[in-house]
């Protein structure tokens, strides 16, 4: 019998679907209700997922293709965390471009089902299942605000782009299963002895459409378009969450089902990690938008992501975790600045628009200080923290060539953050910004620039949860 209290909260925020979205149609003018029950819906999932299933060592469900593990568990609830704080400081902007409907929280949360399912995945079928249930969701919130051209622009291009990396990752995993005769991650590792050479190409093709997801090079080219293109809550949404379950279904690929052809797999990442490093910390210097060069950051921080998965070890995978963790806070601050710079209705995007910023706003320009220096890497922040053990890691497995590279282009990348500190405390200041902000994104700026401050005073703690990840 299946103990179903370990899939409980992905069944709990199923209903909660369906049940929004039959109130949304019999109920009329029901935004705001859908938008807090939302909330709540989320709340409750991750107060499940902790009480059921973050106490559980390793269990599987349907067939094994289903896995309950600590992994699995952290993953799940940063996730919520990201959907939750995302819907939260998306009232008022929404509100604005008179797109707060009710589809929105639907979709977001039709979203982080899929990527639930995606993190709980032990099988290819389920694993493709739920990347297309978030993806389909996605496409959707690429495109929400549809009487802006930009944003239906980038809607179309991520869907084209999407599906054509949904397709080749679709093709590796019937090769992996043409030639393994299963679809299940742990009889595929059984089954690698005598078709090694053969199932590399299915690698292949899935390392493919798993780094477009992650927006790694050379499969980034949809990112900065998408992400300026979108609302920026949805941009915010895309740089945060679907970026753990994705380096989550990354790091189950390469260490289940494929563990024994590290030797095959492991260049492919080196040079993955070390292409988006290098091209985002020097793309991103000629970009006057600021969404656009957040494009570009992200694509370097996914480089120093997967450095720690390339290193083959316990330590580089949990490095990568804590990584992706600490770049989910830091992401979370810079949107909520980004998301004050409104003046009458209108929201300001350009890095020159922070001109002077700290003339009229010195505790948003201090908090944007903070952010800057951390996502450059500067100690004592979170940002420098979270490098140094993607670092420590690649070195302790002698990749020095890798920790080069790495070192060279936060280097590189730390111009374009200083760059925007200069212009904020030392151009000419322009017209004040509203000042009239929701309390939900105060509170968020608050909150995720204190972590990333004093992050270092207890870094034991986010260690101590993330040790008991042990995937080899």
Known sequence: MENLNLVLPEIFISLSIMF??????FKKNSSKITFNLSLFAIL??????INETFSVSRETL?????????MSSLMKIITLIGGFLVLVISSSYLKTFKIYNIEYPVLILSSILGMMVMISSNDLIVFYMGLELQSLALYVLATYNRDQLKSSEAGLKYFVLSALSSGLLLYGCSLVYGFSGSTNFDIISNQLNSNEYVLTFGIVFILVGLAFKISAVPFHMWAPDVYEGSPTTVTLFFTMVPKVAALTVFIRFLY????????Q????IVFLSIASMVFGAVAAIGQTNIKRLIAYSSIGHIGYTLAGLATASNEGIQSSIIYISIYVVMNLALFSCLLMLRRKDQYYEDIEDLSGLSKNHPLLSLCLLVILFSLAGIPPLAGFFAKFYVFKAVLEQSMFFLAIVGLLSTVVAAFYY????KIIYFDKEKDKYDTDHSLWLKFSLTVSTILILLYFIFPSQLIEV???INII
């Open 20 to 25: 929004l979205l039959v109130l949304g149609v």
């Open 62 to 70: 349907f067939n094994e293709s289903v896995v309950i593990d600590s």
């Open 418 to 421: 200083l760059r925007i500190i």
């Open 466 to 468: 993330v040790s008991r």
């Open 44 to 49: 409750i999932t991750a107060i499940i997922t």
């Open 256 to 263: 289940v089902p494929f563990l024994n052809l590290i030797d």
């Open 265 to 268: 797999w492991q260049m492919i």
